[in-house]
Structures are given as structure tokens and as C-alpha cells.
């Protein structure tokens, strides 16, 4: 049996073991994105993303697998949503196409000279270096916070560009401090809207087909691009 003795020596020295880890800092967060970023290679994971629109106060859900994996100096990106309705959001070789099952079309969009841009949005914790990150975010440390269970660094960004600013005056990223990527992320729009997306089931590296990265058309899918 246990005596009082014991238990408090005990307790003395979880203590003493939890007052000596190093807590995290801006720096230390950012140089777990640097070590994740430098041995990126793919990544899978089950999201949530949740749409709050301030004018009518509601909220839109969908829910779905993501996927991710560097293809020479290219990202790609594979979002399957499955709920509500399923979609399919495909970002390869500089072009974003969201495809429509249900109705059987393809809206494409060459992100053209803002491809640099666009692909630091897409790896906003999944791949991307910390050091990338300061490049275009002015970044702050916000301290210590646990998501499902997972202690991890939230990190505040204020876009650099005045026209990435006028759409996301702020982001909130919450990295995992143990493998340097994001459980959650928080895009706050204009007029109180904002988007929020939850990342479970992290796989990385994570074993991905090519064909994941395909649209699955047919001869009668209809490709349309807006102003073009």
C-alpha cells in the first residue's frame, strides 16, 4: 500500500518534471514547422470545416478527407467532401478545379501569378516552414492551448498583402508542438464571418494512390471557367 509519504513524493516530483519542460515560444513553434516542412512528403486527415456567416447567424458544415503530397517543388491538394453534398476540390500544376458530382461539372481557375500565394494558403500547417510563414504573415505567439487532447502553439497571423488582408484581416493557427502541424486553423473574414476547419486522424507521411489526385469525370462532365 501506498503511504501519504510516498504519494506526495510522487506528486513532488511530476511537478518538479512538468516545471522543467521548456515551454513553447514563438520560436521553438516555428522550428517544429521547419523540421515537419524539411521531411514533408505527404499527408492524409479527416476535417470538419464549419462556415459561420454573421449577416443570417448560421453555420455551414461539411466534412470530409483531405490529402496533400509534394510532386517535385509542386504541392497538391485533394479535399473529398462527403457531407453534406459530395464535392471534390483539386489543386495540381497551378489550377483549382472543385467538381460537382451530382450535377456532373467542373468549375476550373488558373491562380496564374498568384500561384506562390495561394499554394502558402493551402500548406498553412500542412507542410509549410515556419520561415515561409513569417515571409508572408506578420506572426505572434499566443500561447499554450490543448485541442481534442493535443497541446499545441496558437500562432497569430495578420497577412503582409494589403489585398490578402482586406479578405483575411486574421488567422489563427493551432500547431501541434510535437509534430509542427495544424490541429485547427481559424480564417476570420470581413464582417464577423469567419471559417474554422478541425484536422483528425493525421496521417504523415501518409501512403496515398496517384489516382487520388485525378478527377474521376466523364465524357460528359462539363468544364467551365469562369471569365475565361
Given at each position: 500500500m501506498l503511504t501519504i509519504g510516498v504519494l506526495w513524493l510522487m506528486l513532488f516530483h511530476s511537478l518538479a518534471g512538468a516545471q522543467g519542460q521548456t515551454p513553447p515560444t514563438l520560436t521553438?513553434?516555428?522550428k517544429a514547422m521547419d523540421d515537419a516542412s524539411a521531411k514533408f512528403q505527404s499527408a492524409q486527415a479527416d476535417f470538419?470545416?464549419?462556415?459561420f456567416q454573421k449577416v443570417v447567424e448560421e453555420t455551414d458544415t461539411q466534412k470530409g478527407t483531405v490529402y496533400y503530397r509534394r510532386n517535385g517543388?509542386?504541392?497538391e491538394m485533394m479535399a473529398d467532401i462527403k457531407e453534406p453534398d459530395q464535392k471534390f476540390v483539386l489543386y495540381k500544376d497551378g489550377k483549382l478545379q472543385i467538381y460537382q458530382p451530382k450535377i456532373n461539372r467542373v468549375m476550373q481557375y488558373s491562380v496564374g501569378a498568384n500561384q506562390q500565394q495561394v499554394e502558402s494558403f493551402l500548406v498553412l500547417g500542412f507542410g509549410g516552414s515556419g520561415q515561409e510563414l513569417k515571409k508572408s504573415f506578420d506572426v505572434t505567439f499566443q500561447g499554450?492551448?490543448?485541442?481534442?487532447?493535443?497541446?499545441?502553439g496558437r500562432?497569430?497571423?495578420?497577412?503582409?498583402s494589403d489585398k490578402l488582408r482586406n479578405n483575411f484581416p486574421q488567422i489563427i493557427l493551432w500547431i501541434d508542438l510535437a509534430r509542427g502541424i495544424s490541429v485547427q486553423q481559424r480564417l476570420v473574414q470581413n464582417q464577423g464571418d469567419y471559417h474554422?476547419?478541425?484536422?483528425?486522424?493525421?496521417?504523415?507521411?501518409a501512403k496515398i494512390n496517384n489516382d487520388v489526385f485525378h478527377l474521376k469525370t466523364s465524357n460528359k462532365t462539363k468544364f467551365e471557367t469562369p471569365n475565361g
Open positions: 521553438t513553434v516555428l470538419v470545416w464549419d462556415q517543388q509542386q504541392i499554450e492551448e490543448t485541442i481534442d487532447n493535443v497541446p499545441t500562432l497569430q497571423l495578420i497577412p503582409k474554422v476547419a478541425k484536422y483528425t486522424s493525421i496521417k504523415m507521411p
